[in-house]
């Protein structure tokens, strides 16, 4: 279960970078030009998807990255990746597979069988 829970974080998370790159692009164009903004309209919610752009792909990978070690710790990064996803730009065409991946990933390795070893963190 680990390693499944690895891959889907890493492939949610590159599916969420994708969405991430277009949804930050478009308010960077929709604030620099106001022709833009005007045809294709504004987002109310810039900063939250800004912010949601750069960390949700960041956390859905890392958690990704860690569930075969730390499946506790990649898992809780997983689900909050898939939540600030489905919190800043919803539930839609684009997000579906992203946020689907991501929370999967992340009960999976919540659910991994053996627990983590205890380790010293440093």
């Known amino acids: ?4 829970a690895m891959m889907l974080g890493v492939i949610g998370g590159l599916f969420a970078m994708l969405v991430g790159f277009f949804s ?3 308010i960077e164009l929709s604030t620099r030009s106001a022709a833009f903004a005007e045809t294709f309209g504004s987002m109310d919610n810039a900063d939250l998807i800004r912010v949601a752009s750069i960390l949700a792909p960041l956390m859905a990978i890392a958690g990704g990255a860690m569930a075969t070690a ?3 710790w990649g898992g809780i990064l997983m689900l909050i990746a898939g939540g600030l996803m489905y919190y800043a730009f919803g539930f839609g065409v684009f997000t579906v ?3 689907g991946f991501c929370i999967t990933g992340g009960l999976l390795a919540l659910a991994a069988g ?9």
């Not at 983590?116 to 440093?122: I, L, N, T």
């Open 1 to 4: 279960m680990r390693a499944a």
């Open 97 to 99: 597979f992203p946020i």
């Open 114 to 122: 053996k627990p983590d070893e205890p380790k010293a963190h440093f």
């Open 70 to 72: 730390r499946a506790l």
């Open 24 to 26: 930050y692009g478009f």
